[in-house]
């Protein structure tokens, strides 16, 4: 569309926003000086984020960063020289020993359905164990859930098992069809293996048909070691595929081989800076994401954009000149993809520091234009972040909603620490989520500075009106 | 993230989105049945939705679609067909003239500054003469604005001028940013041309810096032919390397050669459908996007998604069995983007046949996450239309503002009409807009589907509730 005159109907948009609050809440901690604090936020955020750019060196330069590996440790070494470079008050890293998967050489996949070879894209999941050294090769049976599984116990035995219950297209939350699958990712080997099954494929965890693998974090529980069978995901073309020629031959053969392995676990850090609180300097306020990311893209989106959305919040109090009261801890934790060690560790040297910690929010949905904030916090506290609806609403974020914060703060939670969640739009999230597709070129800079933006405002009301 | 309760927190939302709203609004229309009848539309648009499919036939096999081009008749027919095999109650051609610009050869440009030469990316404005068969040499005067170039006058004779005034990030809403710009664009070379420049280079219209030259219409107004100069956009990295060379050396040469002419109006044609009403078949409801694009790109987003959109919301009326009471039409109008000869068409025969529109709604802001829709309407309707918005925030649509609704639709004004734009997140879209960067891979098929299950949600309750 050309027509310049639609610009000037935007105009009225942010001045109508607030209409839409109830005036009640109006009344409570809305005032002038906050929206104007706010929109100084956005602005420099917008006209001299820095945030795209620290992305493009993590993602680009460094890349995929898997627990316990160089590129990893790069990040860390990363993390601290520009939170140095940046001039917080303190920085520093937090030793955490983290486990160490390693994927080892590309993974091979085929099956064979009336003498024609179909190759099929497949990546080990994370914690699983390797194929023998020649790969694995059985007939397949398809399931849709664990429970189907069970109930075929020992029918499974010499079998690959097909897990393969898509994704929930109707569900407008793309996080929601995610938590409706993802058990048989996570538990799928766990509990095949111990009827003897010779391996376990999962369809990847995505809305889109395309051939590219999502990997992600698995676990055999408690299962002895000759039950520990190897898993892998599978396209979701591929995964069409094989049901489709599977309901034309029920006994075709599939074929695959990885040599994945896990290795002592590994030292690390989670990387910390902080601004020193003006009048609270003993009450802190965390903000993060996490550092490390599957090894398949680049980790742009999971967690990259979560990482210098967080250390761009410090840095835009810093550059509109707002002097906190309370002490503001940016943390870039650790292993939260496969094994939460940085965020354990962190919550646990809080408990023996005895540190007040009265805020905490995470960025790990990814870097998408912002649509709210979820939050875990006491009754006590409910209206007053609500009141604040009306401040945030002109920048899009409407969705305030009770519900889980972000895996690496929610060790700190107790009876009194409010804990947020920045939740930007989620349709394009699992397009990209443990992928080689999550790189850097699928994020745009405008939408990530506006997340960055939106969370530094939340923390900018949490220091200002909490106490 | 791999966080499978993250899932959990998303159930909160839906339910309580509706808490934002004045209980005064939600006594108004709003009813169990309306809310149950948008879920259905939403659910069929995301797990039974054609719009992504068919964007693929337009985008990938048709492709760019200038008014007057071999493809743009493709995309007439390709339309005719799809609507008959929809067995919509009617589906015709309506005949409109069009203007017939084409580009001919790739443009060429560069610049020499200090012995070294800068190939820059250049592409001609939509409307532009040639240049003369080897090009145009000269030396550059930059200018920000059409008032600095008016006040340079008789300065610019024989001066290639370089209009480089960019977007302002500081705009939440893109669209105010090239509202801001585009004057330079559409009125650039009428300017200087009156004062004897040699042609007019015009800083691309978007915020992203990158190496892709953004096209668009732009106008002599009622110069004499002999004022008439070759007007380009460069891109946006390249006008930044070149007002820096500038500010190094003011004399250095600027080239460039295009051969785009304009042809003799051709004909063409708006591609129209419709449902019969069955209470008030004499009263319409249009809704529409404009079918012709750019040459540059495939015009997947500018405005593939509107004309998609469209079709797909009459198609998920008859889905979901819901007899409209009055007509409801689609059309996709041709030549928006260098005449609005269609939509000047459509609103003329309307006119002559005495049609009695009552409501209109265009999609031409790209195929992004909802957001909600802008209203130009009289005020009898404000309090009805704002009654709406519990039913439609479950759904991401906060936005209902008063403005302009849509080029094609504008036509349609009168006393009594309501017309409506769909508006979409609008962070992305001046990535694309115009350029060549404009294809079917930078759409999400959910963010359209939601889009166009957005876009039936308005209609139904247009056609429930507006007399």
């Given at each position: 569309m050309r027509n310049i005159f639609l610009a000037l109907s935007f105009l009225i948009v942010i001045s109508s926003c607030?209409?839409?609050?109830p005036a009640k809440q109006l009344?409570?901690?809305?005032?002038k000086a906050d929206s104007i604090t706010i929109k100084k936020i956005f602005n420099s955020a917008l006209t001299n984020g820095k945030s795209y750019q620290w992305l493009d060196a993590l993602s680009n330069d460094i890349g995929g960063r898997l627990s316990g590996s160089p590129e990893a440790q790069k990040a860390v070494e990363w993390g601290e020289n520009l939170m140095t470079e940046l001039n917080f008050n303190k920085v520093w890293l937090q030793p955490v020993m983290v486990p160490h998967w390693v994927r080892g050489e590309k993974e091979e996949a085929f099956f064979t359905s009336s003498n024609e070879k179909f190759n099929v894209p497949i990546c080990a999941l994370g914690g699983s164990v390797a194929t023998q050294k020649d790969g694995v090769l059985g007939e397949v049976i398809e399931v849709q859930s664990l429970e189907e599984a069970e109930q075929l116990g020992e029918k499974l035995r010499g079998k690959i098992v097909f897990f393969n219950r898509p994704f929930?297209?109707?569900?407008?939350?793309t996080f929601k069809a995610y938590g409706g699958c993802v058990d048989q990712r996570g538990g799928g080997a766990k509990v095949v293996g111990k009827f003897g099954a010779l391996g376990a494929i999962v369809r990847s965890m995505t809305h889109s048909i395309d051939d590219f693998p999502h990997t992600g974090a698995m676990s055999y529980g408690d299962l002895e070691e000759n039950q520990k069978i190897p898993t892998a995901a599978i396209s979701t073309k591929a995964a069409n595929l094989l049901s489709e020629k599977l309901k034309e031959n029920p006994s075709l053969k599939f074929y695959f081989k990885q040599s994945c392995k896990t290795l002592p676990d590994a030292p690390s850090f989670n990387v910390i800076g902080e601004i020193t609180g003006?009048?609270?300097?003993?009450k802190y306020i965390t903000v993060g994401g996490h550092l490390d990311s599957w090894d398949?893209?680049?980790?742009a989106h999971d967690d990259g954009t979560g990482i210098v959305q967080s250390i761009e919040v410090l840095r835009l109090l810093k550059l509109n000149n707002i002097q906190p009261k309370h002490t503001i801890r940016v943390v870039l934790f650790m292993?939260?993809?496969?094994?939460l060690r940085g965020g354990k560790k962190y919550a646990e040297e809080a408990k023996n520091n005895n540190e007040n910690h009265i805020a905490a929010l995470e960025s790990?949905?990814?870097?998408?234009t912002p649509r709210g904030f979820s939050f875990d916090i006491n009754s006590e506290n409910y209206d007053l972040f609500m009141s604040w609806k009306p401040l945030l609403?002109?920048?899009?974020?409407?969705d305030f909603d009770k519900g889980h914060s972000g895996a690496d703060i929610?060790?700190?939670?107790?009876?009194?620490i409010s804990l947020f969640g920045y939740r930007p739009d989620?349709?394009?999230?699992?397009?990209?989520?443990?992928?080689?597709?999550?790189?850097?070129?699928?994020?745009?800079k405008r939408e990530l500075e506006l997340g960055a933006a939106s969370m530094t405002s939340l923390v900018y009301l949490l220091d200002n009106y909490l106490n």
């Amino acid at each position: 569309m050309r027509n310049i005159f639609l610009a000037l109907s935007f105009l009225i948009v942010i001045s109508s926003c607030n209409k839409v609050k109830p005036a009640k809440q109006l009344a409570q901690t809305v005032n002038k000086a906050d929206s104007i604090t706010i929109k100084k936020i956005f602005n420099s955020a917008l006209t001299n984020g820095k945030s795209y750019q620290w992305l493009d060196a993590l993602s680009n330069d460094i890349g995929g960063r898997l627990s316990g590996s160089p590129e990893a440790q790069k990040a860390v070494e990363w993390g601290e020289n520009l939170m140095t470079e940046l001039n917080f008050n303190k920085v520093w890293l937090q030793p955490v020993m983290v486990p160490h998967w390693v994927r080892g050489e590309k993974e091979e996949a085929f099956f064979t359905s009336s003498n024609e070879k179909f190759n099929v894209p497949i990546c080990a999941l994370g914690g699983s164990v390797a194929t023998q050294k020649d790969g694995v090769l059985g007939e397949v049976i398809e399931v849709q859930s664990l429970e189907e599984a069970e109930q075929l116990g020992e029918k499974l035995r010499g079998k690959i098992v097909f897990f393969n219950r898509p994704f929930d297209d109707a569900l407008l939350l793309t996080f929601k069809a995610y938590g409706g699958c993802v058990d048989q990712r996570g538990g799928g080997a766990k509990v095949v293996g111990k009827f003897g099954a010779l391996g376990a494929i999962v369809r990847s965890m995505t809305h889109s048909i395309d051939d590219f693998p999502h990997t992600g974090a698995m676990s055999y529980g408690d299962l002895e070691e000759n039950q520990k069978i190897p898993t892998a995901a599978i396209s979701t073309k591929a995964a069409n595929l094989l049901s489709e020629k599977l309901k034309e031959n029920p006994s075709l053969k599939f074929y695959f081989k990885q040599s994945c392995k896990t290795l002592p676990d590994a030292p690390s850090f989670n990387v910390i800076g902080e601004i020193t609180g003006s009048e609270f300097p003993d009450k802190y306020i965390t903000v993060g994401g996490h550092l490390d990311s599957w090894d398949l893209g680049d980790g742009a989106h999971d967690d990259g954009t979560g990482i210098v959305q967080s250390i761009e919040v410090l840095r835009l109090l810093k550059l509109n000149n707002i002097q906190p009261k309370h002490t503001i801890r940016v943390v870039l934790f650790m292993n939260e993809e496969n094994g939460l060690r940085g965020g354990k560790k962190y919550a646990e040297e809080a408990k023996n520091n005895n540190e007040n910690h009265i805020a905490a929010l995470e960025s790990d949905s990814g870097g998408f234009t912002p649509r709210g904030f979820s939050f875990d916090i006491n009754s006590e506290n409910y209206d007053l972040f609500m009141s604040w609806k009306p401040l945030l609403a002109p920048y899009g974020l409407h969705d305030f909603d009770k519900g889980h914060s972000g895996a690496d703060i929610g060790p700190l939670k107790n009876e009194t620490i409010s804990l947020f969640g920045y939740r930007p739009d989620s349709q394009r999230y699992f397009d990209y989520h443990h992928a080689s597709t999550d790189t850097f070129d699928k994020v745009n800079k405008r939408e990530l500075e506006l997340g960055a933006a939106s969370m530094t405002s939340l923390v900018y009301l949490l220091d200002n009106y909490l106490n």
